[in-house]
């Protein structure tokens, strides 16, 4: 749901930055005029009307990365969510991650759902203040 200040985070693996855009990046219907949900907003059940797509950010590294530092430093804010984040799962993070998404004014209601498709995965890691 829509909460200012707050950055939800889920972390997975993906082929590319292509890829990582095409799973994330709302549609648009031209003819009825709407954004449609992205593949990652289905797979979560995020209402599309609950978040700004300007407050999306997504990183997709070409090699997996070994902690939380390496997978989300340079994004918005890391120097305050970095830490908080960390103190959720640890500085290091499973195998097999290269890829990032932060949903900024917005806090994800924590319901545990990890998503296995065969060209993804990703995993709800939590919500953070930023500030």
Not at 42 to 54: A, Q, T
Request: net charge negative; proline share 2%; aromatic share 14%.
């Amino acid at each position: 749901m829509e909460r200012q200040n707050f950055v939800s985070l889920w972390i997975g693996s993906i082929n590319d930055d292509e890829s990582l855009s095409k799973y994330v990046e709302l549609d648009y219907n031209e003819d009825e005029g709407d954004f449609l949900p992205s593949q990652f907003l289905i797979d979560f059940d995020i209402d599309i009307d609950d978040l700004d797509e300007d407050f999306i950010e997504k990183v997709a590294h070409k090699k997996n990365c070994n902690n939380l530092s390496e997978l989300i430093g340079g994004c918005s804010y890391d120097s305050f969510i970095l830490p908080r984040f960390e103190n959720i799962i640890g500085t290091a993070i499973p195998e097999q991650i290269n890829a990032a998404v932060l949903l900024y004014n917005f806090e994800y209601d924590g319901r545990e759902k990890e998503i296995n498709d065969k060209n993804y995965s990703f995993k709800f890691i939590g919500a953070v203040s930023y500030v």
